[in-house]
């Protein structure tokens, strides 16, 4: 494929990370800034941009104490005739993190940029400048597209241990040189604790790098933020966010295992009980760690289509604020289902005025395997299938509905990306095969965790039809990463003949599979 060269990318992120080379001392780090701290504002928790289109980009930081967001930005790393940004000021209300809009980018450019924080009396004093690199989107299909995707990050107590080398999955991710990165959800596991140490099958420890709010599962918003600021001790994220822009989207454990709206909890660890209080506070939290572009508006939604350039679209989904409770899930009728009628509308709507040649369905849950949710003895359902292999029932009903105006409309590109389950996977839907038949094949990716504990394979639903073309799963229940089974994807869009190639790699970044799709086509 024709893809853009990076000059100086590695030099770049050196010195990116010069201004958080200090950062050893997860316990101090972890706790919230002092207003009486002497010197210059620091950032050391280095740089994230997000949401990058061809002519726009978010830019995040988190200063050590009150400060005013600057970013300059530049075509070359030696920043001469910098364009400045004035971002934010950075308070307590935002956990002193920021987020600056870029406007007006040259498309299909490498943009060095570089923050810096000032002190808010005194606009002079500066901190040392933290910089990064990221590509915008082209706006010629020639260049093509590449990207990498995955999910669940600290999960099931597996959290950054150094002598594994931390989280070291993001350095084969980095070497692919993508354009940007999609999370598919469980940024954090907010109620998964972190302790010192925890004894491995094989008679070995595993060590963790321990913080107060990863001690216990998170209920204020002191411990929310906690959680987002753990994975950032993480010098292999540092330098992969400083690279590659995200595009971030959430599901259950940023704020509890399998929530759903609406719901109280029986889990003796937590003291508030009510998921909708968690829920927002977690929320918050998220949307000051992240850069995402629709958080800032006045519905604050997750949702969103990415745009990036002609030969894709990005349809971010939120699977989680608005389905309805988690239950057998075999009614005969479900208006609310696992989107909620106007995300539904929404989604619909979007697809059918996308002029890309490819629409990437960026799922937080599968759509034809099984996950129970068995939390309080109960046979009920946390995903979409529910194990009946006939006609659509419950959140099916509104997949169903989906499908069938893709079909209809025949919106060509469709391919459905997730993680969620902990194993690589690639579905085939066909409705030949199908209880449910008034739709075209399309294709299901699976691929995650990032570093958390791998799981046995989720069972197929047949009411869509999916035939599991490739699988990578453990045979025992929440295998560490030291054992193995720790997976991203990447998709390769060739600029020429606009051919999808996705590749599911494990950990170091072998190929596990590839499968390759032809553009133009309603079904594959």
Known sequence: MSHRPSPGRRSVLRGSLAASAALTLPTALGSAPAFALSGRPKAGWGVQTGDVTCDSGLVWVRSDRPARMIVETSATESFRKPHRWHGPLLGADTDFTGTTRLRGLP?????HYRVLLADPDDPRRTGEPVSGTFRTASARRRDGVRFVWSGDLAGQGWGINPEFGGYRIYNAMAALDPDFFLCSGDNIYADGPITASVALPDGSTWRNITTE???????TLAEFRGNFRYNLLDDNLKRFNAQVPSIIQWDDHEVTNNWYPGEILADSRYTEKNVDVLATRARQAFS?????????RPDGR?????????????????????RNANSTDDQATDAQGILGAEQLRWLKRELSRSRAVWKVIASDMPLGLVVPDTGDGKPNVEAVAQGDPGA???????????LRFIKHRRITGTVWLTADVHYTSAQHYQPSRAAFTDFEPFWEFVSGPLNAGAFPANTLDNTFGPDRVFIKAPTTANVSPAG????????????GSGELTVRLHESDGTVLFTQVLQPGRVGQ
Not at 107 to 111: T, V
Not at 288 to 296: A, D, G, K, V
């Open 213 to 219: 709010e990863k001690s216990k599962v998170a209920e």
């Open 392 to 402: 659509p029932l419950g959140r099916e009903l509104q997949i169903a509905e989906l």
């Open 107 to 111: 498309s299909g450019e490498q943009i």
């Open 302 to 322: 997750v949702y969103r289509v990415v745009n990036h350039g002609p030969l894709l679209d990005v349809f971010v989904l939120d699977m989680r604020t608005y």
């Open 288 to 296: 000051e760690y992240f850069p995402i572009s629709t958080l800032r």
């Open 484 to 495: 193995g089974y720790q997976f991203f994807g990447e998709v390769d869009i060739d600029g």
